[in-house]
């Protein structure tokens, strides 16, 4: 039992640890991009955005093989076979140099002719858009290099270090951007390129010899050579890359719907409705950061029975999380949104509003695709929630061509989520004997109360909205407070459970003992 607390204690504090990166990289990054521009100017930063964007189309390789590599060396830890851990430490390596070297022929061939060919390049600058290209290569090596690396020591739950290499990732672009504003180079775009290659050198730099350091198995044995285990390592990944491609798939073609059948402003009132969500949801999914080595820890040793506790806790603390960053948003969507842009673009607010109730009901599908993949079994549920996710899209142009206004492509996405639990459930029950009954007593009871209960918290602010001024920002200000103070009180009266409630209050307890 003191074990399964000190694990959900550290879950807790590399939480916290992930939020703090999040944050960090938030700020310095709305200032960096302001900066840039200026310093560029229009015309080289959209040169540097278009060109670095042809080395980032190969990115999901390193992401899905990333996920993969994380996840089996999760697995080794949880059995604790540090041979093992040798061997896919071994393999991983072999696997990115294949990934390094197609991202090199495809960059420096298709990538290339693009480039000179294709791309919209005044021609005086086409000599500093190939340097930045190269550069850019350059830089995307370095992070494919110190993949491996930065999986272990997320496997290794080591969010301590994980936060201090984004938040020093960020600091470095911060001083290189520093440096660029208030010093004269002959050509800005260079300098900014060779600026982001020195720092992904020496944040892979530090990741590599972290990891040698303190990590046994971080070692490269070229005896330990496993086609099998490749094998294995490589379908995981690919069928992790399937799914994301079909997600992209239905979100770009459903956009292209949008624009088939609307106008252009639809399609940017949607955009920026992507991003709101994007922000929120970036913070949710450091919580699984977090939670999901512990997963695979579990299953591997045997401990079904605490994964299926962790799996349940993780989905309703996932929800209550991202419910409490929603809420104020939610309700004064109108006036963040003036707020920010100024002129708003109609449909803004209503999709907004859709986008963060479709958010809310997919987090909580994250857990149960971790339970899967702990198991390592996920093909059916990537085949079925696929083939799901893209039926979006004839649904959609259906609804369109009947007449109906552009949010419902946004209510089939709701509806077809609702629908992929069904499969999830299923496959969860029986790869790795969970019990529904109780995911839905322990889960989506508790969530659907509190979702009637805000219901009625919106029907009553709606009636009441119009007492309020929210284009005056102390007043939004306030507004957002008593919204978050009444999401916190929702959390804390119905979201967790007393014997939750109480270890909370002894924690706080014993916190303000230690420091009066």
């Known amino acids: 039992m003191s074990r399964e607390v000190s694990n ?14 999040q944050l960090f990289s938030m700020v310095v990054s709305l200032y960096t991009i302001r900066v840039v521009l200026e310093v560029l100017g229009a015309e080289d930063y959209g040169i540097y955005n278009v060109t670095g964007g042809l080395v980032v189309l190969f990115s999901f390789l390193n992401s899905t093989m990333s996920s993969a590599t994380q996840r089996f060396l999760s697995f080794g830890i949880g059995k604790g076979d540090l041979d093992g851990l040798k061997k896919i430490f071994t393999q991983s390596i072999y696997t990115y140099a294949v990934i390094i070297l197609l991202i090199v022929v495809a960059a420096e061939t298709i990538g290339l002719w693009f480039l000179n060919n294709k791309l919209v390049i005044p021609q005086e600058r086409m000599y500093a858009a190939n340097i930045m290209y190269q550069f850019a290569i350059l830089s995307f090596i370095a992070t494919v290099m110190s993949a491996p690396y930065n999986a272990a020591i997320a496997a290794k739950e080591r969010m301590d270090v994980f936060a201090f290499v984004g938040v020093a990732g960020s600091l470095l672009q911060l001083v290189s951007v520093v440096i660029l504003k208030f010093c004269i180079f002959p050509d800005a775009l260079i300098a900014y390129a060779i600026f982001l290659f020195v720092n992904s050198s020496l944040i892979s730099f530090f990741s590599v010899f972290y990891c040698r350091k303190y990590f046994d198995f971080c070692q490269f044995v070229s005896r330990l050579f496993d086609r099998s285990l490749i094998k294995e390592m490589t379908f995981f990944a690919l069928w992790n890359m399937t799914a994301s491609i079909c997600n992209l798939l239905r979100d770009h073609g459903v956009n292209m719907l949008i624009n088939m059948f609307f106008n252009p402003v639809v399609n940017a009132a ?18 699984y950061t977090a939670v999901r080595p512990q997963l695979v820890k579990y299953y591997s040793s045997g401990n079904n029975e605490k994964m299926l506790e962790l799996g349940y806790l993780s989905s309703r603390f996932s929800f209550l999380l991202l419910f409490a960053l929603t809420v104020p948003i939610y309700c004064e969507a109108e006036g963040i949104l003036s707020l ?15 986008i963060l109730i479709i958010s809310l009901m997919e987090i909580l599908t994250v857990p149960l695709d971790y339970l899967l993949q702990s198991s390592g079994k996920i093909k059916n549920n990537m085949i079925i929630v696929s083939i799901i996710n893209l039926t979006n899209i004839p649904i959609s142009y259906w609804a369109l061509r009947m007449g109906k206004s552009a949010e419902y492509t946004m209510y089939v996405n709701l509806a077809l989520l609702a629908v992929s639990f069904i499969p ?28 009637i209960v805000f219901y009625f918290w919106i029907y009553f602010w ?26 916190i009180t929702l959390i804390a009266a119905i979201g967790v459970t007393k014997i939750e409630r109480r270890n909370v209050l002894n924690l706080l307890k014993m916190r303000y003992l230690k420091c009066s």
């Not at 959900?8 to 703090?20: P, W």
């Not at 994007?278 to 949710?284: D, E, Q, V």
């Not at 709606?462 to 103070?485: A, I, K």
Request: hydrophobic share 50%; proline share 1%; aromatic share 14%.
């Open 8 to 21: 959900n204690k550290r879950i807790a504090k590399n939480t916290i640890y992930l939020y703090f990166r």
């Open 340 to 354: 920010w842009l100024k002129d708003v673009p109609d449909n803004t607010i209503l999709f907004v509003r859709i």
């Open 462 to 487: 709606s009636h009441t909205h119009f007492y309020w001024d929210t284009s005056n920002l102390f007043c939004l200000m306030g507004l957002l407070v008593v919204h978050e103070l009444f999401a």
């Open 270 to 287: 949607r955009a920026i409705a992507m991003q709101v969500s994007g922000a929120i949801n970036n913070f949710s999914y450091n919580f």
């Open 424 to 451: 999830r459930l299923i496959l969860c029950k029986r790869i790795v004997n969970m019990s529904v009954k109780a995911y839905i007593r322990r889960v989506l009871c508790r969530i659907a109360f509190i979702s």
